[in-house]
Structure formats: structure tokens, C-alpha cells
Nanobody, 121 residues
Framework: QVQLVESGGGLVQAGGSLRLSCAAS????????MGWYRQAPGKQRDMVAT???????NYADSVKGRFTISRDNARNTVYLQMNNLDLEDTAVYYC???????????????WGQGTQVTVSS
């Protein structure tokens, strides 16, 4: 199976920055898309940003111009640089990866355990 390990969450003041990272490991043949999602208390889980293996990116309107997603294909790692953080960015952030595994062979979608990001005034 494919496992995702996240790091970089924490407490930050409004206007500050954080950098999240997520590394995938396991029986991976290829990873097509990696991304970040977030869920605030009482809210649904929403897409924040995604990136394909050839570098195509997609961002939620609420984070455009403030967040940047990137990935290192050789290390199966995705990053999320978060700048000018706002109180509304407070949420649990989840890493996601989708692609093809080798054991068992087939498509997979895996989620990280989630990391808390708290923005204070």
C-alpha cells in the first residue's frame, strides 16, 4: 500500500508563513496527482491545491496568490508554501496522492493523517 507522511503544521500569527511537506512511500509504480485538502471544524473537506507529475497546478480561489504547491517527483514528495496566512486558513490539512501501485497492482488514492494549521490574530 501507499503511505503518506506529513510535516510542517503548527501555530502561526496572521500574515505569517508555513511550509507543509508530504512524502509518499510504498509499492508505487507512478503518482499522477498530489495535492492538499483542508477541513475546518463543522465544514466539508475542500481542495486547496493539486499538482500533476508534469507540473500542472490547480488552486482554490481563496488561496491563489498566497499559496504555492510544488513537488519532487524523484522523492515522491509534495510541498505547500503558505504565505500571508489568514484566520480563515485555520484547518486540518490533508495530503493526497493518486496513481498506480504495484502490490496489489492497480490505481490507488491515499490520504495522509492530517496536520493542524492554526492561525491566530
Amino acid at each position: 500500500q501507499v503511505q503518506l507522511v506529513e510535516s510542517g503544521g503548527g501555530l502561526v500569527q496572521a500574515g505569517g508563513s508555513l511550509r507543509l511537506s508530504c512524502a509518499a512511500s510504498g509499492t508505487i509504480l507512478s503518482i499522477n496527482v498530489m495535492g492538499w485538502y483542508r477541513q475546518a471544524p463543522g465544514k466539508q473537506r475542500d481542495m486547496v491545491a493539486t499538482i500533476t507529475s508534469d507540473g500542472w497546478t490547480n488552486y482554490a480561489d481563496s488561496v491563489k496568490g498566497r499559496f504555492t504547491i510544488s513537488r519532487d517527483n524523484a522523492r515522491n514528495t509534495v510541498y505547500l508554501q503558505m504565505n500571508n496566512l489568514d484566520l480563515e486558513d485555520t484547518a486540518v490539512y490533508y495530503c493526497n496522492a493518486g496513481g498506480i501501485a504495484t502490490n496489489p497492482y492497480g490505481r490507488f488514492t491515499s490520504w495522509g493523517q492530517g496536520t493542524q494549521v492554526t492561525v491566530s490574530s
